[in-house]
Every structure is written in structure tokens, then in C-alpha cells.
């Protein structure tokens, strides 16, 4: 059963930096899609960034662009979204989600980031951005 633990969360000054934390458990970092994703009260959920084991793509949505990155450790099982220049707007669950699908894969390296392409979520970690 593959289960994500994610961590990191928590409040922060605008303008300020966050890195949060998935550990991936229940399946081995070969072929996958890995994504973060966030869902603000009232809002649709929606992805951020995602890599793929194939080395492409990242979905890169705008709200988001040139502010947060994505990163992986293979060895330690985990996926990082560090997230620099926090506004309030970003405040919101934040999710990393897994998919193992050839299709999901393809998808991500041509730069797709869809929530419903995902199948495997994780309970959320909480981001708020207040002075």
C-alpha cells in the first residue's frame, strides 16, 4: 500500500520560506509521477509542480512560477516543495499525490500537473501566510 507522510507546514510571515517534506512509502522510486498540489477553503485543488522518474516535465502552474521548486531524494524516499516569497494567497492544504500510470508519467513530462490524474494522496499539511 503506498502512503505518504507529509510535513512542514505550519505558519509564516510574508515573504517568508518554507520547505515541505513527502515521504513516499510502499513502492520504489522507478516509474512514477510525483506532484504537489494545494487546496485553498473555497477553491478547487490545484497542482503546482510534479517530476516524473523519466526526468521531464514539472506543470509549473503561474501562481506559483519562479517561487517554488520541486525536488526528489531517491534515497531518503522523499519530495520537497521548497516555496520561497510566501504571500497570503498561498495560503491552503498543501497534498503531494503519486501515480504510476504510463499515462500520468507521459503526461507530466509534457508539463502537465492535474489532480485528477493522481491516484495516491496524502492527508494534507496545513501552510498559512499571515503577519
Given at each position: 500500500?503506498?502512503?505518504?507522510?507529509?510535513?512542514?507546514?505550519?505558519?509564516?510571515?510574508?515573504?517568508?520560506?518554507?520547505?515541505?517534506?513527502?515521504?513516499?512509502?510502499?513502492?520504489?522510486?522507478?516509474?512514477?509521477?510525483?506532484?504537489?498540489?494545494?487546496?485553498?477553503?473555497?477553491?478547487?485543488?490545484?497542482?503546482?509542480?510534479?517530476?516524473?522518474?523519466?526526468?521531464?516535465?514539472?506543470?509549473?502552474?503561474?501562481?506559483?512560477?519562479?517561487?517554488?521548486?520541486?525536488?526528489?531524494?531517491?534515497?531518503?524516499n522523499t519530495v520537497y516543495?521548497?516555496?520561497?516569497?510566501?504571500?497570503?494567497?498561498?495560503?491552503?492544504?498543501?497534498?503531494?499525490?503519486?501515480?504510476?500510470?504510463?499515462?500520468?508519467?507521459?503526461?507530466?513530462?509534457?508539463?502537465?500537473?492535474?489532480?485528477?490524474?493522481?491516484?495516491?494522496?496524502?492527508?494534507?499539511?496545513?501552510?498559512?501566510?499571515?503577519?
Open positions: 500500500e503506498v502512503q505518504h507522510v507529509e510535513s512542514g507546514g505550519g505558519l509564516v510571515q510574508p515573504g517568508g520560506s518554507l520547505r515541505l517534506s513527502c515521504v513516499v512509502s510502499g513502492f520504489t522510486f522507478e516509474a512514477y509521477a510525483i506532484g504537489w498540489f494545494r487546496q485553498a477553503p473555497g477553491k478547487e485543488r490545484e497542482g503546482l509542480l510534479c517530476i516524473s522518474s523519466s526526468g521531464g516535465g514539472t506543470g509549473d502552474a503561474d501562481s506559483v512560477k519562479g517561487r517554488f521548486t520541486i525536488s526528489s531524494d531517491k534515497v531518503k516543495l521548497q516555496m520561497n516569497s510566501l504571500n497570503p494567497e498561498d495560503t491552503a492544504v498543501y497534498y503531494c499525490a503519486a501515480d504510476f500510470s504510463a499515462r500520468t508519467q507521459n503526461l507530466v513530462v509534457h508539463g502537465f500537473c492535474s489532480p485528477p490524474d493522481f491516484g495516491h494522496w496524502g492527508q494534507g499539511t496545513q501552510v498559512t501566510v499571515s503577519s
